[in-house]
């Protein structure tokens, strides 16, 4: 599988039975998989704890990989363009406080001001520079002032 680039291509690509079904297993099984994500839970939970943020919004959540081990000081809102993936999500989640919603991270559903943290892994490396300034001003939007994103990069040339 090679890499996949831009919104539309990863609407198509995560919206595929055999992709979301596989996803975790293709990813996150292997040592360095599972270092990245024990080193990822580990650092949200930290900021969490010591931010205490009472509504917090995953951003492509994917089968809940991430959201499975966030431990929430409130409630979670966790989002994914993937029809499918949030099926897993629902399944894998298993904490009342999460509720889960079909959006993108360039169009959400929410007021101004909403949330008190943000978080998002393995998505915004699939978007070129004009992808990213939509979806950072989306993300702006909806958090509230003085709020954090926290969020991983790692674009190669991807222009």
Do not use: C
Not at 1 to 15: C, F, N, P, S, V
Not at 47 to 59: A, V
Not at 67 to 78: E, F, H, V
Not at 110 to 136: C, G, I, Q, T
Request: aromatic share 10%; proline share 3%; charged share 30%.
């Amino acid at each position: 599988m090679g890499e996949i680039y831009g919104i539309k291509g990863l609407k198509r690509h995560y919206d595929r039975e055999d992709i979301a079904k596989s996803y975790e297993k293709l990813r996150f099984t292997s040592l360095p998989g599972e270092i990245e994500h024990f080193i990822g839970i580990k650092l949200i939970n930290k900021i969490i704890q010591k931010e205490k943020p009472n509504l917090l919004l995953e951003i492509a959540t994917g089968p809940g990989r991430l959201t499975k081990d966030i431990k929430l000081y409130d409630k979670g809102i966790g989002i994914d363009s993937s029809a499918k993936m949030l099926k897993l999500a629902r399944r894998n989640v298993n904490n009342p406080n999460w509720r889960f919603i079909k959006s993108d991270i360039i169009r959400m559903p929410f007021k101004n001001n909403s949330f008190d943290m943000a978080v998002s892994f393995k998505l915004l490396l699939h978007f070129n520079l004009n992808e990213r300034k939509k979806a950072y001003k989306e993300v702006k939007r909806v958090l509230k002032k003085n709020s954090l994103f926290i969020f991983d990069i790692g674009n190669k040339n991807y222009k």
